[in-house]
């Protein structure tokens, strides 16, 4: 018969069963028509002297196949079979492929344990949005089957949520998941490319004035936060580290005779060690913290998993909860670093000190040679910061102030 969409809507069901119905001249191309209903075009050939059949899909409007896209079909079949190709063959490694296809979950999976692990200390960040805004929308499909469409919808759906910058953070992990993707063969393009973030951000200049951070600090210790964060927050203000640094800090990695703290390879930024001198505000601090970390060897370990020290996010979220408590406007635990440094500047410290202290990476050929540890520069930087914080917090002269106030109160 001759193929048209009222013909195959009228042909006659078999009672039982199914049936043949063959296009006039259609080269093999056919329909097999079940008592059901159910139609689908097929495509009989001989390959190699072997009679074989294709199924080419099912008859329909979408998802399913119009009677054009099963002409294309069927017309790319016979090509492959005039290039001595069995198409038959190739659709079904093309099935296997595709059952075979990660998908969304198994990706997020892999790109935790291969990739964020191994390289970021926040890795538990991007497993918890990952787990929170992927897995549940797209964790059962196919990763290769996830559209630029499908990121840009859910950005939208975030940001009704009323996430902002968030948003912006969950695009740049899914992102970077679907670029490792791309990497280890697992899709072939990244969805996410060429879409923006959703919120621009303007860069942060946060710094608390010596007013503010007088009150910070004595607000700290009325704060509804646990002990743990009151004193990761006075160890960062006091050492300018990164806030991650401290909270993955060790008891292996201080020497407390010498008063020297070194941030190891896979716990800074930039990949480079970092010996930071404490001053004796900052091991007044550590004397407090060993009493709380009992025989962890983690400074701050996690209330949840005691092989593991505790997440960054734990103290972002104690500021936010206490930003009225504070009562000086919003700041983020990253601005306490930036504070220091820039006390520091003002105290007439060189800027050069103050980047080595913040760990800052140098480039330029006097970077390549200059080997100098700088750690007196350091240590008298850190120890005029501790003093500085010391008659800030307290009011007390330089040269009365003996050591940091910290009162014990119940975590």
């Known amino acids: 018969m001759k193929f048209t969409d009222r013909g195959i809507k009228a042909i006659r069901l078999p009672e039982t069963g199914r049936i043949d119905v063959w296009a006039d001249n259609g080269n093999g191309f056919g329909l097999r028509v079940s008592s059901t209903g159910r139609k689908v075009f097929q495509f009989a050939y001989r390959f190699e002297g072997k009679a074989r059949r294709m ?19 069927h017309a790319l079949a016979r090509e492959q079979l005039a290039k001595g190709i069995d198409p038959g063959a190739v659709e079904q490694e093309a099935k296997r492929e595709a059952q075979a296809a990660p998908t969304v979950a198994q990706l997020v999976e892999e790109y935790i344990e291969r990739w964020a692990k191994p390289r970021k200390r926040t890795w538990p960040e991007d497993a918890r949005m990952l787990g929170k805004d992927v897995i549940p929308r797209w964790g059962e499909r196919k990763a290769k089957d996830i559209t ?20 912006n953070r969950t695009l740049a992990c899914v992102r970077k998941m679907f670029n490792f993707g791309v990497e280890r063969d697992m899709i072939e393009t990244s969805p996410c490319t060429n879409v923006r973030a959703p919120v621009q951000e303007v860069q942060r200049d946060r710094v608390l004035s010596p007013e503010e951070l007088q009150t910070f600090w004595n607000r700290l210790d009325d704060a ?10 006075r160890l960062q203000l006091l050492t300018a580290t990164r806030k991650g640094e401290v909270l993955a800090a060790a008891w292996g990695d201080f020497d407390l005779k ?13 990949k480079m060690p970092h010996r930071v001198p ?5 091991m007044a601090i550590l004397d407090r913290i060993k009493t709380i970390s009992g025989d962890s060897p983690w400074l701050f370990p996690s209330r ?15 500021v936010r909860r206490n930003q009225d408590h504070f009562g000086i406007g919003q700041f983020t635990p990253h601005d306490l670093r930036r504070t220091a440094a820039s006390q520091m500047t003002e105290m007439g410290i060189s800027r050069l000190v103050v980047s080595k202290i913040l760990n800052h990476v140098e480039r330029g050929i006097t970077a ?3 080997r100098h540890s700088y750690d007196a520069e350091k240590r008298a930087a850190l120890d005029a910061w501790g003093k500085r914080l010391e008659t800030i917090v307290t009011g007390q002269d330089d040269h009365n102030v003996v050591e940091l106030p910290v009162r014990k109160v119940a975590g």
Do not use: F
């Not at 949840?304 to 104690?318: C, F, L, Q, W, Y």
């Open 55 to 73: 199924m080419l899909g099912e008859y329909g409007e979408s998802p399913n196949m119009t009677l054009a896209e099963a002409h294309k079909v």
């Open 148 to 167: 630029r469409r499908d990121v840009l919808k859910m950005l939208d759906e975030l940001q009704d949520r009323g996430c902002t910058t968030s948003a």
């Open 224 to 233: 509804h936060m646990s002990e743990g964060s009151r004193l990761a927050l």
């Open 258 to 270: 010498g008063c020297m703290w070194t941030i190891p390879v896979e716990e800074s930024k930039n």
């Open 278 to 282: 404490l001053s004796t505000q900052a």
């Open 304 to 318: 949840n998993d005691a092989t593991r020290h505790a997440i960054e996010t734990s103290v972002d979220h104690a």
């Open 368 to 370: 390549v040679y200059d």
